[in-house]
């Protein structure tokens, strides 16, 4: 599908990840793990706190109207011309589930062979089940080997449920495996607000990012709830 990268509102990912916390109290886990677009987004937004705490940068996210991809990231820069710049990063989303009885290599293994993904597609997926990964190089010698057309391979999983802690390892081209918190991620982030608003000028971007009401926030899941 042809992707619409000009479409100027982005989500905090503790936007994302908050508003799926209250969907699951509101309708329940199973429930709540059957809205598709809502469990990308937030598994997504998991993610891009776990790159901004070891890449320094803050990623926001949007919900294209079609797939693929299954969202949509974004972190503002200047280029060297000192022009604000927008850059994307396409995001296709897997689960490793009890229902599945193959191993997290195969399952990463099935989502690369043989298909054809945007070189700047990262592949992002959830443990959903009760499992310890070991040694992340392992995973990295095998995707190595399938010579995949794509930017990057990642794992989220929850260390913690009660207290929001989890892990984010990058799986491939390189093996960096990060605990963070939840809670304390989205305290950082909150200075920078719930959406971004891009213009043409980064400079005008930021000034917009305050100053607009939860009531007037258009809905980050095409169709969704929120």
Not at 192 to 197: A, P
């Amino acid at each position: 599908m042809e992707i619409d990268i000009t479409k100027n509102i982005w989500y905090s990912p503790c936007y994302a990840i908050y508003n799926f916390k209250q969907l699951v109290q509101q309708i329940g886990i199973e429930k709540a793990f059957k809205k598709k677009k809502e469990l990308e987004a937030y598994i997504t937004g998991i993610a891009l706190l776990g790159i901004r705490y070891y890449e320094g940068r803050v990623w926001w996210l949007q919900m294209p109207d079609e797939d693929p991809p299954d969202v949509l990231t974004m972190t503002p820069s200047i280029n060297s011309k000192h022009i604000g710049i927008k850059n994307i990063q396409l995001v296709e989303v897997y689960r490793i589930e009890d229902s599945k009885k193959e191993v997290i290599q195969d399952t990463i293994r099935r989502k690369l062979k043989d298909k054809v993904y945007d070189a700047s597609t990262s592949l992002i997926g959830l443990i959903n089940r009760d499992e310890e990964v070991k040694d992340l190089r392992d995973f990295k010698e095998q995707i190595n080997n399938l010579k995949p057309n794509i930017s990057s391979v990642w794992l989220v999983g929850n260390l913690d449920p009660l207290q929001n802690n989890y892990m984010v390892a990058q799986l491939w081209p390189e093996t960096k495996p990060y605990k963070i918190n939840i809670d304390e991620e989205c305290k950082f982030l909150r200075k920078f607000g719930q959406i971004l608003r891009t213009t043409r000028s980064l400079k005008e971007a930021r000034a917009k990012r305050f100053h607009i009401r939860k009531s007037e926030i258009p809905k980050l899941i095409p169709g969704g709830s929120y």
